[in-house]
């Protein structure tokens, strides 16, 4: 077997090409951290305070969850105690 050899040189390219895209794949893939069990804790019960689950029938409450939660994670359970704005632009008081 020669490195001439015409019947192997495009598998040898395709090769090299499926490689260096897994590495350019691999190496810009974020790497996440992992969070503690005492913020999953934190946030979980700050999230149940601002939205907490309701009856059936009720719907939204599941996704609102899961926007909170995701929100403590990302800001490391330092979240904001101020109501959120209404629809109407008034704040409820």
């Known amino acids: 077997m020669s490195w001439g050899d015409p019947k192997e040189s495009p598998m040898r390219t395709w090769t090299m090409i499926i490689v260096l895209a897994a590495g350019m794949a691999a190496a810009g893939a974020p790497v996440r951290a992992e969070i503690s069990a005492d913020l999953a804790k934190k946030c979980s019960a700050m999230m149940v305070k601002a939205h907490p689950t309701q009856e059936f029938g009720a719907s939204g409450t599941a ?28 704040s409820a008081r």
């Open 63 to 90: 996704a609102l969850q899961r926007d909170y939660f995701r929100q403590c994670i990302n800001r490391q359970g330092k979240m904001d105690d101020r109501p959120e704005p209404t629809t109407t632009g008034q």
